[in-house]
T-cell receptor, first 111, second 111 residues
Framework: NAGVTQTPKFRILKIGQSMTLQCTQD?????MYWYRQDPGMGLKLIYY???????DKGEVPNGYNVSRSTTEDFPLRLELAAPSQTSVYFC??????????FGPGTRLTVL | AQSVTQPDIHITVSEGASLELRCNYS??????LFWYVQSPGQGLQLLLK??????LVQGIKGFEAEFKRSQSSFNPRKPSVHWSDAAEYFC?????????FGGGTRVLVKP
């Protein structure tokens, strides 16, 4: 049981490039989330999903897109990377008792 | 609307001394309260949670917390910290299957 896995661990992008952050969970959880973590700011919700085929915006969705074609996978897409998207990105899934399980994170730098 | 603030950005504590983490919550009628711990370079791990029932909650790493409705508090305490408790700690409130996080408290442990 691997829990929540994220790839890549680190990435450097140039301004305007695009990339997809991968997230997979093997706990059969319906709810999944993407957060970004900036120093001193806690975690901000980017997008979330309540099940396959259903996604919704969180607090800071601009510049990002998501899809949820399966229960297991919840990729986050950055289309035109900007320096403001330099951050650490965490994916999470929610278990039976509202507890969220987090992946190890992806550290993204946009130069 | 739920709001969460952590008044202490940093806490420095000597090894073996006690530690209490603080969080100010504003929430609706049925609070789901969480504390997460993040070790350096890692994802977030659940430290404690309160839904209902027994107001004294035991968490991981030797932490416990008491939910006090009249004070809107759920502050984890540990009587004797270990060097491995050095980490960042986040409180969070569940707002309809979405967590609102505080800004975090970084705990430094002196030998």
């Amino acid at each position: 049981n691997a829990g929540v896995t994220q790839t890549p661990k680190f990435r450097i992008l140039k301004i305007g490039q695009s990339m997809t952050l991968q997230c997979t969970q093997d706990m059969n959880h319906n709810y999944m989330y993407w957060y970004r973590q900036d120093p001193g700011m806690g975690l901000k919700l980017i997008y979330y999903s309540v099940g396959a085929g259903i996604t919704d915006k969180g607090e800071v969705p601009n510049g990002y897109n998501v899809s949820r074609s399966t229960t297991e996978d919840f990729p986050l897409r950055l289309e035109l990377a900007a320096p403001s998207q330099t951050s650490v990105y965490f994916c999470a899934s929610e278990g039976q008792y509202n507890e969220q399980f987090f992946g190890p994170g992806t550290r993204l730098t946009v130069l | 609307a739920q709001s969460v603030t952590q008044p202490d950005i940093h806490i420095t504590v000597s090894e073996g001394a006690s530690l209490e983490l603080r969080c100010n919550y504003s929430y609706g009628a049925t609070p789901y309260l969480f504390w997460y711990v993040q070790s350096p370079g890692q994802g977030l791990q659940l430290l404690l949670k309160y839904f209902s029932g027994d107001t004294l909650v035991q968490g991981i790493k030797g932490f416990e917390a008491e939910f006090k409705r009249s004070q809107s508090s759920f502050n984890p305490r540990k009587p004797s910290v270990h060097w491995s408790d050095a980490a960042e700690y986040f409180c969070a409130v569940d707002a309809g299957n979405k967590l609102t996080f505080g800004g975090g408290t970084r705990v430094l442990v002196k030998p």
